[in-house]
Nanobody, 123 residues
Framework: QVQLVESGGGLVQAGGSLRLSCAAS????????MGWFRQAPGKEREFVAA????????DYSDSVKGRFTISRDNAKNTVYLQMNSLKPEDTAVYYC????????????????WGQGTQVTVSS
């Protein structure tokens, strides 16, 4: 069984930064692509960023490209999301997830999910 635990969320002013972490259990972390999604109140869960198993390939939604950076440390079984220049519209619960296939933007491709961490950006 794989467990994913997010941390690093919180309250920040617009223009500020946060770094989210997602720690994974299990010995096969480095075999899988990982992704970050978010869900704001009253909205559907949306793709934020994804990273291949090696870290050599990344993908971002248009709304965060240039502001967020996804990375991973396979030795620590951890994936990160560095969020800069935060905006009020970034407010959401952020989830990390393991991709069951080559990384992509579709939630249905991800088989394990964390419990989420709240990010609130005040204006």
């Amino acid at each position: 069984q794989v467990q994913l635990v997010e941390s690093g969320g919180g309250l920040v002013q617009a223009g500020g930064s946060l770094r989210l972490s997602c720690a994974a259990s299990g010995r096969t972390f480095s075999n899988y692509a990982m992704g970050w999604f978010r869900q704001a109140p009253g909205k559907e869960r949306e793709f934020v960023a994804a990273i291949s198993w090696s870290g050599g390939n990344t993908d971002y939604s248009d709304s965060v490209k240039g502001r967020f950076t996804i990375s991973r440390d396979n030795a620590k079984n951890t994936v990160y999301l560095q969020m800069n220049s935060l905006k009020p519209e970034d407010t959401a619960v952020y989830y990390c997830a393991r991709c069951a296939r080559a990384y992509d933007r579709y939630a249905r491709s991800y088989d394990y999910w964390g419990q989420g961490t709240q990010v609130t950006v005040s204006s």
